[in-house]
């Protein structure tokens, strides 16, 4: 079973960086769909990135395209967010489905980190 720890998480302020990571433990993780969520508070579950066990296919939310990039190494996914903004608090998730694929919907992802705080200052 895969096991999926997020990190990096912090306080930054409006317009920072801030890259997160997900180290992964157990299953074939390398060939893997790494998922990237955020949930704010009252807010639901929302995709944020993805990106293919090869590197070569990666997916963005419309809130984050252009800002965020994302990127993996062996056991290891990142997301690198540029130009960050209030509406980008939240704690982030990475996430990734039992089958190995993509999962934009939270409901499909059936493995979870335990999330980081991401929080940005005005």
């Known amino acids: 079973q895969v096991q999926l720890v997020e990190s990096g998480g912090g306080m930054v302020q409006v317009g920072g960086s801030l890259t997160l990571s997900c180290a992964a433990t157990?299953?074939?993780?390398?060939?893997?769909?790494i998922n990237w969520f955020r949930q704010a508070p009252g807010k639901e579950r929302e995709f944020v990135s993805g990106?293919?066990?090869?590197?070569?296919i990666t997916d963005f939310g419309d809130s984050v395209k252009g800002r965020f990039t994302v990127s993996r190494d062996i056991g290891m996914a990142y997301l690198q967010m540029n130009s960050l903004k209030p509406e980008d608090t939240a704690i982030y998730f990475c996430?990734?489905?039992?089958?190995?694929?993509?999962?934009?919907?939270?409901?499909?992802?059936?493995?979870w980190g335990q999330g980081t705080q991401v929080t940005i200052s005005s």
């Open positions: 996430a990734a489905s039992r089958g190995g694929g993509r999962c934009i919907v939270a409901n499909e992802c059936h493995y």
């Open positions: 157990g299953g074939t993780f390398t060939n893997y769909y």
């Open positions: 990106i293919s066990w090869t590197g070569r």
